[in-house]
T-cell receptor, first 113, second 111 residues
């Protein structure tokens, strides 16, 4: 079974704090993705990575950065958290360009006060 | 711009009452269409991938079909445990394997 894990299920942070969300997959997948999910807006892609040290902007990258130093790990960074970044954050991975089904982690619900 | 529209937004069924969820899409070139199931507070769970018009896939009480403009997720004789939000996503013929998601259909099956 594909396993995608996220470091926290729930997180509460204060405005201005630096926030790290970690994602790890155990299936040697090449591609990894970060989404946020908000009521009425659906899933929106923040950043993705198709190789170690490579990153590409998604639809809503503003206010976020990412890091992929190892193949299995993809980190999402909120440099200075704001209340409008309160959301459900979902990480996903997919094997490669020939097998493109994305498998999701359980999500991190982030509340920024 | 690629667009994915799911309907209805919400659907309430009685146990055993079959129905269909719709996913219509407008894309430049479809590489694949994906269906996911999402339970409250959890990440989406992969159900099906469809690649070409006329293709069908089945899993238990679920059957997904694809035409050139839309996909249907048919639910036959649903049970309360089928209650969830069903998400549709499309992948286009471009350099990266990203998905564009619809907003989902929330299904509630009452006993």
């Amino acid at each position: 079974d594909v396993k995608v894990t996220q470091s926290s299920r729930y997180l509460v942070k204060r405005t201005g704090e630096k926030v790290f969300l970690e994602c790890v997959q155990d299936m040697d997948h090449e591609n990894m993705f970060w989404y946020r999910q908000d009521p009425g807006l659906g899933l929106r892609l923040i950043y993705f990575s198709y190789d170690v040290k490579m990153k590409e902007k998604g639809d809503i990258p503003e206010g976020y950065s990412v890091s992929r130093e190892k193949k299995e790990r993809f980190s999402l960074i909120l440099e200075s958290a704001s209340t409008n970044q309160t959301s459900m954050y979902l990480c996903a991975s997919s094997p490669d360009r020939m097998q493109e089904t994305q498998y999701f982690g359980p999500g991190t619900r982030l509340l920024v006060l | 711009e690629d667009q994915v529209t799911q309907s209805p937004e919400a659907l309430r069924l009685q146990e055993g009452e079959s129905s269909s969820l719709n996913c219509s899409y407008t894309v430049s070139g479809l590489r694949g269409l994906f269906w996911y199931r999402q339970d409250p507070g959890k990440g989406p769970e992969f159900l099906f991938t469809l690649y070409s018009a006329g293709e069908e896939k089945e899993k238990e009480r679920l059957k997904a079909t694809l035409t050139k403009k839309e996909s249907f997720l048919h639910i036959t004789a649903p049970k309360p445990e089928d209650s969830a939000t069903y998400l549709c996503a499309v992948q286009v013929n471009s350099g990266y394997s990203t998905l564009t998601f619809g907003k989902g259909t929330m299904l509630l099956v009452s006993p």
